[in-house]
């Protein structure tokens, strides 16, 4: 279906969060807004993520009796992301973060809460917090969405239970315990009777949670307003007046159709996390081909900002945001990316070797930094091979990559290849090309501190976040325990990104720069197609989603005031 209209106050190209956010926003403040997004769904990479979000000093924080400030936040900042490059940037995330939460909140079906224990990546650092600058989504009924529950990205399978049920961070222990403890096992059952009766009316359930919740009420925002979203939607180019963006040259279909913007166009379409070229030029080799990301994020907003004159922002320490991920085939022949977290690494029982069969990371700090710590290990080699190994009890307990605890049946995985499984250390090492006497000493070295809690070589489980991840009921140390129970198994890890961090230059009004610094009048960026405020460094979990709903906030405002402006200037001048 084409657009309604041939010319629009905002046009949005993208709906992921940033993008959704300033539709939104933009929609609110009475502007004629249209969406243009190139996939059958909305949601973006948002949709498959835990839907975090890392605002300092926000207001839920106040109301959970959580003291922060701006002042704390600029110090933690200045202690993690140490380079001057897009200090302004920062600062204006700090200082309009908290405002777009309350607006956000007060003017759309966004609806976030505080998560009071969530500590900082670097705990020990000035300034961080052991919790509440992270915010998540409240869950949120799919029903309230009606026939356009089909248009959000449902997320990823691996991440569901019984084909379509989604839980929540809290409900993870509890359906670890059922059978152990009365209040989980009710807990779960209740969960699942829920779920059941869902599915009489849903092709899957409509609780959701996480990012799935967060795009939905984003969403629902959307369709709550007169704001107009066409799917399956290509733009082509950017159309200028002079040195102005004006709008967009779509194709849908076999048709291309110029669309004016009276205001302005956002670009908002998810970095280029799936583009091989841009990858060979802004990545490092070892980092390889593999992405936790949308498949749809292939660098469109980047080609048509550079088009119209944008500079990219390529003062970044990591051109993207890391995280181990497991590769496997679903039954439909697709190949998935399983993203190691927050469910396996940190846990008790488990190590990461490198090729050679020794470890090279603390396997519970955050994913970023563990993948840091694998691309320093490879050395720049490529392909360079990554196991975590565990015992049967690990499996058991927690499950590793996309296998789920008390998962009896994993012949499965072990005909794809996908886990490798041997009676002894000796011969997982064989299977896995690595010298048996190195993986062995290796096993052995960590269980000789295992036994008491202690991991000497790496400091497992000594900071509040390292300990948060682990599990709480295994003593003394939440994060280790020895790896001794036959059999054994081993899955090869990646370095996979969940997002880039090279995007465009913008200002604080989230304008598009040029070289010489000036604005591209009518274009504005948000999201991943901006580029990151942090330089690609990781301080907290919500790193990517905080800035892009505060500069998808930013611009909606900035455009909606300029209309607002060119109003009244027209009304003065008759």
């Known amino acids: 279906m084409m657009p309604a209209h041939e010319t629009y106050d905002v046009i949005v190209i993208g709906a992921g969060a940033g993008g959704m956010t300033a539709a939104a926003v933009a929609a609110a403040e009475g502007l004629r807004v249209l969406v243009i997004e190139k996939t059958a769904f909305v949601g973006g990479t948002t949709a498959w993520s835990g839907g975090m979000v890392w605002i300092p000093a926000n207001p839920k924080m106040k109301e959970a009796g959580l003291s922060d400030s701006i002042t704390e936040a600029v110090r933690y900042l200045s202690n993690t992301v140490p380079e001057p490059a897009n200090a302004g940037l920062r600062a204006a995330f700090l200082a309009r973060g908290p405002e777009a939460v309350a607006w956000l909140e007060a003017n759309t079906e966004v609806r976030l809460q505080p998560v009071t224990v969530y500590p900082d990546y670097y705990p020990e650092r000035l300034g961080a917090t052991s919790g509440g600058r992270v915010l998540e989504p409240v869950a949120f009924d799919g029903r309230r969405l009606g026939r356009a529950l089909a248009r959000l990205r449902p997320p990823l399978p691996e991440f569901m239970l019984f084909g379509g049920m989604m839980v929540n961070r ?233 296998i789920k605890p008390f998962t009896r049946k994993i012949r499965r995985y072990l005909a794809g290849s996908e886990l490798v499984e041997a009676p002894d250390i000796a011969q997982l090492a064989g299977k896995i090309g690595i010298k048996p006497s190195t993986l062995s000493a290796t096993i052995a070295a960590y269980n000789e501190g295992a036994k008491e809690g202690r991991d000497p070589e790496f400091g497992r489980g000594s900071t509040i976040y390292q300990r948060h991840l682990g599990d709480a009921a295994h003593k003394p140390n939440p994060c280790v325990a020895p790896i001794v129970r036959e059999p054994f198994f081993a899955m090869r890890i990646y370095p996979a990104d969940l997002g880039t961090a090279i995007g465009m230059r913008v200002d604080a009004q989230a304008r598009v720069l040029r070289e010489d610094g000036t604005p591209i009048t009518g274009l504005y960026a948000c999201g991943n197609d901006m580029g990151s405020i942090m330089n690609g460094n990781c301080p907290g979990p919500g790193i990517m989603l905080g800035p892009a709903l505060t500069f998808g906030y930013i611009a909606g405002r900035h455009l909606a005031e300029g209309a607002a402006m060119a109003s009244s200037g027209a009304k003065a001048s008759v």
Not at 219 to 236: K, N, Q
Not at 345 to 359: C, E, F, Q, S, T
């Open 170 to 402: 809290l409900d993870i222990p509890h359906l670890r315990h059922v059978g152990k403890s009365l209040r989980s096992t009710l807990r779960a059952a209740r969960l699942v009777s829920a779920y059941a009766l869902q599915r009489l009316r849903s092709p899957r359930g409509t609780t959701l949670h996480l990012g799935n919740a967060l795009a939905a009420r984003l969403y629902a925002s959307l369709l709550a307003r007169p704001v107009e979203i066409l799917f399956s939607a290509d733009v082509e180019d950017l159309s200028m007046q002079g040195d102005r963006v004006a709008g967009v040259v779509i194709r849908h279909g076999a048709r291309d159709r110029l669309i004016a913007a009276r205001r302005g166009v956002v670009l908002a379409t998810g970095g280029f996390s799936h583009d091989a070229v841009l990858r060979k030029r802004f990545f490092p080799s070892a980092a390889g081909l593999v992405s936790a990301a949308n498949r749809a994020a292939t660098g469109d907003g980047l080609r048509l900002a550079v088009t119209a004159g944008a500079a990219l922002n390529t003062d970044a320490t990591s051109p993207a945001y890391w995280v181990p991920a497991s590769l496997f085939r679903r039954a439909d022949g697709s190949r998935g990316a399983f993203p190691h977290m927050v469910t396996d690494l940190a846990k008790p029982g488990v190590i990461a070797v490198n090729a050679a069969g020794r470890r090279f990371v603390n396997e519970a700090l955050s994913y970023h930094e563990f993948v840091l710590g694998m691309l320093r290990d490879g050395q720049g080699e490529v392909d360079r091979p990554f196991y975590l190994v565990c015992d049967r009890a690990f499996l058991w307990a927690y499950g590793l990559g996309r």
